[in-house]
Structures are given as structure tokens and as C-alpha cells.
């Protein structure tokens, strides 16, 4: 699509916060609603980064 983003797959993502612990994000949008996925992105942001949430989470799931 040329958008002019990478995007990567979940182990990419892993292996490169693994070799850079400051591979972090201002903003994180997520779309699926998935509580772990959510759970995740959290530990994603850099200080002061923006969590943007459009996924609606299962009604028993749970974002600790």
C-alpha cells in the first residue's frame, strides 16, 4: 500500500524491544480489543506516550 510505514509481526516487535529497551512509541492505537494485546502496548509507550483504544474488550475480559 506504500503507506510509508514498516509494519512488523509480534516476535519482530519482541525481538526488537529485546535488543533496544528504548524501542518505545508516542502513540499506540489497537483495534482488536484483545486485553493481553492492550496489556502490552502499555509497556510500549514512552513517558507521556497516547494509548488510543477503538477494539471493544470481551465483557469478562480484563486490562490489569
Same mark, same amino acid.
Given at each position: 500500500?506504500?503507506? %510509508? &510505514? ?7 516487535? #519482541?525481538?526488537? *524491544? ?6 518505545? +512509541? ?6 482488536? %480489543? &484483545? ?7 502499555? #509497556?510500549?509507550? *514512552? ?6 483504544? +477503538? ?10
Amino acid at each position: 500500500m506504500d503507506t %510509508g &510505514y514498516k509494519l512488523i509481526t509480534p516476535d519482530e516487535l #519482541k525481538e526488537n *524491544q529485546e535488543a533496544d529497551p528504548d524501542y518505545l +512509541f508516542d502513540l499506540i492505537v489497537d483495534c482488536s %480489543g &484483545y486485553p493481553p494485546a492492550i496489556e502490552n502496548s502499555v #509497556k510500549l509507550l *514512552q513517558r507521556g506516550g497516547k494509548l488510543c483504544c +477503538f477494539g471493544v474488550a470481551p465483557p469478562h475480559g480484563e486490562i490489569k
